[in-house]
């Protein structure tokens, strides 16, 4: 029989943010940047018995106070990146293509702020979506800008009309943590909903899954554990959006990991 953890023993689980920015053709809006999460990322820490906390920005025109990210990286036990706007190009080197892909710079120097704080006190950090690329980006590697443009053989990895109803096949790697963790079958079912991609992978990861038919990465890891290494891992899929009844893979397993990391990760 699973046990519910004690509240005292629950993993205080960051959950970044996303940012909304002021709308002059909203008057409730105009002079106001917002913060929020979307509520299945914390809805999906809950249901392994994590405790979400959403992390505001410290930093902005309304900033006040001394309260930083290694602040909150000290009380928190992990982080979650999750999804959203696209990374801006220059995070990596690169110019936009196009004005759509500019992506969210503020966001960008955010998150990897957020991720070099909890990395720098030993607390792990998983990512999801623009969460994987943002994290290959703090490391050192690079993106596709647009997969659909720059890797034409590609599947459709994004298709705005079904959204989340968007599926293909994914192969584990075999030997990484990721097929420890999903054993037994080799390929699953995930969903897909991103037009961007890595193209160049950071320093110190390694590739767990990939999709077979256009090799574009979906999940990778750090490679060091234990001995003072970060606990970093991510997916380029959505295990928030998990739905059994579609036939796609079950992400249980890899939340159980990363709550389990985090619970070992805090401090006495």
């Not at 009380?75 to 293509?97: I, K, M, Q």
Request: charged content about 20%.
């Amino acid at each position: 029989m699973t046990m519910t953890p004690h509240p005292k023993e629950r993993a205080r689980i960051g959950v970044s943010a996303c940012f909304f920015y002021p709308d002059p053709a909203r008057a409730a809006f105009a002079p106001k940047t917002l913060q929020y999460v979307e509520q299945s990322v914390p809805h999906w820490v809950m249901s392994g018995g994590g405790l979400p906390v959403m992390v505001p920005s410290p930093t902005g025109d309304t900033a006040r106070g001394e309260i930083g990210f290694a602040d909150y990286a000290a009380w928190l036990d992990g982080l979650v990146l999750h999804g959203g706007s696209d990374v801006w190009p220059g995070s990596y080197g690169e110019t936009p293509l196009k004005d759509a892909w500019k992506g969210d710079r503020n966001r960008d120097e955010y998150e990897i702020a957020l991720v070099k704080a909890f990395v720098a006190a030993g607390k792990p950090v998983f990512g999801i979506c623009r969460g994987l690329q943002l994290i290959n980006v703090a490391f050192g590697g690079s993106l596709y800008q647009d997969v659909g443009t720059q890797h034409p053989q590609a599947l459709v990895h994004r298709d705005a009309q079904v959204y989340d109803l968007n599926f293909h096949p994914v192969e584990l790697v075999p030997g990484t943590r990721l097929a420890q963790l999903l054993p037994g079958e080799n390929r699953h079912t995930i969903n897909s909903v991103h037009h961007q991609g890595i193209k160049q992978l950071a320093p110190g990861f390694e590739v767990e899954a990939v999709s077979p038919d256009d090799g574009v990465i979906e999940a990778i890891r750090h490679r060091g554990r234990g001995g003072g290494a970060p606990w970093v891992a991510a997916v380029q899929w959505h295990p928030e959006f998990h739905r059994p009844e579609l036939g796609v893979v079950d992400d249980t397993p890899l939340l159980r990991d990363f709550l389990e990391a985090a619970r070992a990760a805090r401090k006495p």
